[in-house]
Nanobody, 123 residues
């Protein structure tokens, strides 16, 4: 049974940092692209970042470039999203998702999803 479990969310002040983790079980993470998505109240789910399995290529949505960093540790079967210089507009539930090999900007193309972790940026 495949499971993705996110952790690391919480309440942080503007300008602060959080590191989200996505621990995978039931699959070998090195065969999968890992995407991070987020969904704020009343808004559609949006892609935040992705790292492919084939060559480690990374992608970021424009609003997080220079602030967020995606990474993976295949030995630990875990992916991460380091979030720095957080802004109130980053507040959302963050999800990790997996699909074979290559990144996709469409959430519909991901096979497996975690349950989400809440990130709240507020003073």
């Amino acid at each position: 049974q495949v499971q993705l479990v996110e952790s690391g969310g919480g309440l942080v002040q503007p300008g602060g940092s959080l590191r989200l983790s996505c621990a995978a079980s039931g699959l070998r993470l090195d065969y999968y692209a890992i995407g991070w998505f987020r969904q704020a109240p009343g808004k559609e789910r949006e892609g935040v970042s992705c790292t492919s399995s084939s060559d480690g290529t990374t992608y970021y949505t424009d609003s997080v470039k220079g602030r967020f960093t995606i990474s993976r540790d295949n030995a630990k079967n875990t992916a991460y999203l380091q979030m720095n210089s957080l802004k109130p507009e980053d507040t959302a539930v963050y999800y990790c998702a997996a699909r074979y090999y290559y990144c996709s900007g469409s959430s519909h193309e991901y096979h497996y999803w975690g349950q989400g972790t809440q990130v709240t940026v507020s003073s």
